[in-house]
């Protein structure tokens, strides 16, 4: 997964229209399928264009080419909705953030997207314990138990034993990575707790990453030719597109429904890169997903579990 998705708190239907209709429900998944397709097809691009292009210009095109499939939404909500509320926390969110976007940006041409994607999935893992220390969420032991068992699945894609493990500077780069969209996962639920909205958010996050990474990648320019050019902007408006079809599809389902769906985007990755990358799924990273994608669902599931039992106590 290329980043985090705006996804609303779980007890948060109500507040984005109320009860989900089955038609609601059905266009929501698709939803869901279209923008893993989406992000799945930004990485393959970032795969393709990167070396020689240096990674805080991919950065940039990605936040800066990004704010375009916004303007519609700006221009029809008006520009007091995307006025930052709580800057501090877009501060936190923008620079966490920015730290998963760059090393996820940097791995990519260096390991398998397949097994990239593979590795975005652990996030939830690093997830529950931030969202103890910073959240104050209660976590029961089931919670713990499946995140120690999402961990032997991160074990099982990195093969570390296997003679096809992958390569340990990129993997430690991903995996830091993952902790980084955790952190601003963290960010985005409490500015959605405070009531920012996700245009907002998004937002602020592309604006604050275009202007970091251009002053960044001044040093390490490189003029794209046409084609670069190209693969550049595809990246950046697939990543667009994709956030605004993923948040609608948790405006017409329920998280519930639609959040385990997310996981489609292994297909897409595997399809990718094996058709368009040459780059064949190993058998232990198919077998460490299933473990890792079991353990995530769990995690929503219980997670899901304890706000219903907490509105239940304080309706």
């Excluded at 020689?52 to 990605?62: E, G, L």
Aim: aromatic residues 8%; charged residues 15%.
């Amino acid at each position: 997964m290329a980043e985090p998705i705006l996804r609303p708190l779980p007890d948060a239907a109500t507040r984005l229209g109320g009860r989900h209709t089955r038609r609601g429900q059905l266009r929501a998944i698709g939803c869901v399928a279209l923008a893993t397709f989406c992000f799945a097809v930004a990485s393959m691009l970032v795969k393709l264009v990167s070396p020689p292009i240096p990674t805080m210009q991919v950065v940039f095109f990605r936040s800066a080419i990004g704010l375009l499939p916004l303007l519609p939404a700006i221009l029809r909500a008006g520009p007091g909705l995307v006025q930052p509320r709580h800057a501090g926390w877009h501060l936190v969110r923008s620079a966490f953030g920015f730290v998963g976007m760059s090393t996820t940006f940097y791995a990519l041409p260096r390991m398998a997207l397949a097994d990239l994607t593979a590795l975005g999935f652990a996030m939830p893992l690093f997830l529950t314990p931030l969202s103890v220390a910073f959240l104050g969420e209660q976590v029961g032991i089931r919670r713990v138990a499946a995140v120690l068992v999402g961990f032997i699945g991160v074990l099982m894609i990195v093969r570390p034993f296997g003679g096809d493990e992958l390569p340990l500077v990129p993997t430690l780069v991903v995996m830091a990575g993952t902790l980084a969209w955790a952190g601003s996962m963290i960010a985005i639920r409490r500015l959605g707790a405070l009531g920012e909205s996700n245009l907002a958010i998004v937002f602020w996050f592309a604006a604050s990453a275009s202007a970091v990474s251009a002053v960044l990648m001044l040093p390490v320019w490189v003029t794209p030719d046409p084609r670069e050019l190209v693969l550049l902007v595809g990246i950046g408006l697939s990543s667009g597109v994709a956030q605004i079809v993923m948040t609608e599809a948790y405006r017409q389902g329920e998280t519930t429904v639609v959040a385990p769906f997310e996981y489609v985007a292994i297909l897409w990755a595997i399809g990718l890169g094996w058709v368009v990358l040459g780059e064949p799924p190993a058998v232990g990273m198919l077998a460490g997903v299933a473990v890792l994608v079991a353990s995530g669902i769990y995690i929503l599931h219980r997670e899901v579990a304890r706000r219903r039992e907490r509105e239940a106590q304080n309706p």
